[in-house]
């Protein structure tokens, strides 16, 4: 259990820590774009798979599937 002296002692202690985080992280915290170096945030780029693999679930590129709906209609 620990006794009020170390209390007493921890809030300060505590306190300069989350007052370092605040001004390291502050800016973080507001609007903007944040920086993130390992997350890709341009555009997605086409996935043109004519044979993917069976594990994937895919049907295929959608290409062929649309042209065969619009010869459909």
């Known amino acids: 259990m620990a006794s009020q002296q170390d209390i007493r002692r921890a809030v300060p202690v505590g306190a300069w820590f989350l ?28 996935q043109l798979n004519p044979f993917p693999l069976p594990s994937s679930g895919d049907l295929g590129n959608g290409i062929p599937l649309l042209g065969a709906l619009a010869l459909l209609k």
């Open 19 to 46: 007052a370092l985080a605040l001004v390291v992280a502050g800016p973080l915290l507001g609007g903007g774009y944040l920086l993130l170096l390992d997350y890709p945030s341009g555009p997605q780029s086409l």
